[in-house]
């Protein structure tokens, strides 16, 4: 019977043990910690009488709310996302002396509500003469620095993605459509592209040794034109990117001109159902993440 009682004990301990979480001290000075974030755990900070402790959450937090289950024995200030803590005598009432902050007597709970996250502290206070005992793991705390390891990896990913989807973007413009013509008026070759083609979406127009960019223009079926937005190929400034696929495009600069003619013509073009025509890359509104699917 003693048996069972004892290791019902010991389990209830070692629960007990398991919910708190004593930051890690840095390698250059034990007194400078380090916590990861977990919503459930309870984070323990040693404190001295005489000494304050800084505590560091999330640079893109803002501290809300503190309580604590002794108010009177703790001086609390906070300011954006870091919280100052020392332990502070208590006033003496009817002529008597100033309560002292007393190891064991001082200690007490903290909880703080941020704009994100809940916290929840355990407060303790060490004397002077054991606190250079305290090493390692049991280190006086002057900075206790959160970390999240999980929202890390989390914007990691979306990042990479992010990434790895503009990467598309920017070398997935292989010609699916090679298929055009031209002719060039007199004394208009320098206007002249070397190469032409589209992906489906935008046509790609090649002019070699960085001439200057004519003017381009959409041909309408009625031979109405219209101006066309175009910009640059960042990777090859030879290279105009024009915003549309069409049957006929009109180049002009000064007294030159030409013509551009898509002999594959396809009205309806390639069908961008993400809102792209590069395969795993789909366009979002302005404000969320470039998914990689």
């Known amino acids: 019977m003693k048996r069972h009682i004892i290791l019902s004990l010991l389990m209830m301990l070692s629960v007990r043990v398991y919910a708190l979480e004593i930051p890690h001290g840095s390698s250059y000075d034990k007194r400078i910690q380090y ?128 990434q790895t989807a503009l990467k598309k973007l920017e070398n997935d413009n292989e010609p699916r459509n090679t298929n055009y013509t031209m002719q060039i008026g007199e004394e208009s070759q320098a206007i002249a592209p070397t190469a032409a083609y589209d992906d ?19 041909v309408a079926d009625d031979k109405e034109e219209s101006i066309v937005n175009y910009h640059i190929d960042p990777k090859n400034p030879d290279v105009m990117v024009v915003h549309r696929v069409a049957r006929e495009f009109a180049l002009r600069l000064g007294n030159a001109v030409g013509g551009i003619y898509n002999e594959s013509y396809d009205p309806d073009g390639i ?16 404000g969320e993440e470039i998914s990689n699917e």
């Open 35 to 162: 916590v990861n974030y977990n919503s459930s755990d309870v984070v323990v900070i040693n404190s001295l009488p005489g000494r304050g402790t800084r505590i560091v959450f999330s640079p893109d937090e803002n501290i809300l709310d503190i309580a604590s289950g002794f108010t009177r024995g703790w001086e609390l200030k906070y300011r954006r996302n870091i919280l100052f803590l020392k332990p502070k005598s208590i006033p003496g009432e009817n002529e008597q002396p100033p309560m002292l902050p007393k190891p064991g007597t001082w200690n007490t709970n903290l909880m703080v509500t941020t704009n994100l996250r809940l916290y929840d502290f355990d407060l303790r206070l060490a004397s002077e003469s054991n606190s250079l005992n305290r090493k390692g793991r049991n280190a006086i705390s002057y900075r206790v620095e959160f970390r999240y390891p999980k929202e890390q990896a989390e914007k990691d990913a979306k990042i990479l993605a992010k």
């Open 271 to 286: 069908p961008a159902k993400e809102g792209t025509t590069v395969p795993g890359v789909k366009r979002v509104i302005k």
């Open 200 to 218: 489906g979406r935008f046509t790609y127009l090649t002019f070699p040794n960085n001439r200057e960019f004519p003017s381009i223009f959409h």
